[in-house]
């Protein structure tokens, strides 16, 4: 008979794989690919609103191009929108796609996809063109997060996979650091086609390197005895079975209420600052780093925290809702940011909820480790992925229609709504997840 979950929990730790780290350093220069070229459009936007652009020849000699590129707010909205149903669609795929070639193989293709639509940008003549490359950009990217959370299960101990989780994560904000350093100055020089360019050299170098470097470990981890031995075959499950599992809506309801938070943060930030402060592409830069940067420290402090718990006594599962409560409880404070009149109070409560949010992320993300085998972790991530797509599908719409009333009536208390729900929606999260998936209980998956 298998032992408890209670007695796996109490023998010793098991000896870690050699390299891990080198794999995390991968999963971080790929996430922070990923959000670099997600935070392009958001950073040019405000200068794609209420004036004519001239479409300068890419290559001298060629034709100019005479058009006009008016984004609105609500149409901003409208193609954020669909970048997420596609995301939602895509992971429908992705996350089974990987769990069927594996991480080796699977990962290189979804970047490629996804690098190929962030460089088609740069073709865009019309809004209808930045909807249909947004559309192709969600489908590729939805396939980073079922990768990078399945290598982190494969090659590390449950009690470092919320800190590998937190540093790979931490990607994300990195991404947003570099993308307002580098995009308004290659956007001014260069014009804004080659802002969505530079980033594919950098994807194809990653690719050449995780197809040298990564392999799936021959051995895993028994997690029974304490020791490695060679892995089991995994069990064949239809993934659709697993949407039986509360464990699995648990995570689905976590991220549906907490993912456009950060899609809000990510995307619309930009035009925050530009419509409360009233800075423009050349000033925008170091309140969105500063952001970014603690949002960086957050992650890896936050995949570091269930740690801090477990030196006082609790057990992992325990110490990882522990440290997901103190991150949503930091996240409260956002609430009053949509009145504030002071830039650099704005700048450190969002700066605080961004790091908090991480810390969450890299939290939410390991809990479905903990509660389901390696070999079906891509598919019940990918489900996560797929309900945070579509709360952030239904959120975009609505933040670009509750901010284009408010232009329309020469307000700015647009932004006021949008930041009391981000405050909100993480206890709201934890409290549905503790409900559904009650100490986090491994599923008892039935073959």
Avoid at 221 to 234: E, I, K, S
Avoid at 333 to 343: E, M
Wanted: hydrophobic fraction near 50%; charged fraction near 15%.
């Amino acid at each position: 008979m298998p032992p408890t979950e209670e007695q796996i929990d109490s023998l010793a730790e098991p000896p870690a794989l050699r390299g891990r780290w080198t794999v995390c350093a991968m999963l971080f220069v790929a996430t922070t690919i990923n959000y670099v070229d997600r935070q392009v459009l958001s950073i040019l936007k405000p200068i794609l609103h209420g004036q004519t652009i001239h479409l300068q020849p890419l290559i001298p000699g060629w034709p100019v191009v005479e058009t006009t590129i008016n984004v609105t707010d609500q149409q901003y909205g409208y193609i954020l929108a669909g970048f997420q149903v596609a995301y939602a669609l895509g992971v429908i795929f992705a996350g089974r796609f990987v769990d069927r070639v594996g991480c080796r193989k699977g990962y290189p293709i979804v970047t490629g996809l996804w690098s190929l639509a962030a460089m088609a940008h740069a073709l865009v003549r019309s809004v209808m063109g930045f909807g249909i490359a947004r559309f192709v950009l969600g489908l590729g990217e939805s396939g980073n997060f079922p990768a990078a959370i399945k290598a982190t299960a494969e090659w590390f101990q449950p009690k470092e996979r919320a800190l590998a989780t937190g540093i790979f994560n931490s990607g994300a904000g990195v991404g947003a650091i570099v993308a307002p350093l580098m995009v308004p100055w290659v956007a001014l020089h260069f014009g804004w086609r080659a802002a969505f360019l530079v980033t594919g050299i950098f994807s194809a170098a990653w690719i050449v390197w995780w197809s040298i470097r990564y392999r799936r470990p021959h051995e895993t981890m028994d997690w029974t005895r304490g020791h490695v031995v060679v892995a089991p075959p995994a069990r064949v499950l239809r993934w659709w079975r697993l949407l039986r599992y509360r464990q699995a809506w648990a995570f689905m309801a976590g991220k549906f209420l907490t993912d456009p938070v950060w899609w809000f943060f990510l995307f619309w930030l930009p035009q925050y600052f530009h419509s409360r402060f009233a800075l423009d592409l050349t000033h925008m830069g170091p309140p969105l780093v500063i952001v970014y940067v603690v949002s960086t420290i957050g992650s890896v402090y936050g995949g570091w925290l269930p740690k801090g718990y477990l030196k006082l006594g609790m057990n992992l599962k325990r110490a990882r809702l522990a440290a997901m409560l103190t991150c949503a409880c930091c996240v409260v404070p956002v609430v009053i940011v949509g009145g504030l009149s002071s830039q650099w109070l704005a700048v450190g409560l969002l700066s605080l909820a961004a790091a908090a949010h991480q810390g969450w992320s890299a939290n939410i993300f390991t809990t479905v480790s903990d509660m389901f085998p390696s070999e079906h972790v891509g598919t019940v991530v990918s489900f996560g992925q797929v309900a945070g797509a579509l709360g952030g599908a239904i959120f975009q719409p609505i933040a670009g229609d509750v901010l284009q009333r408010a232009r329309d009536m020469h307000t700015q208390s647009g932004f006021a709504p949008l930041f009391i729900y981000s405050g909100c929606a993480y206890l709201v999260a934890l409290v549905l997840l503790r409900t559904l998936a009650r100490g986090l209980k491994r599923a008892e998956l039935e073959v």
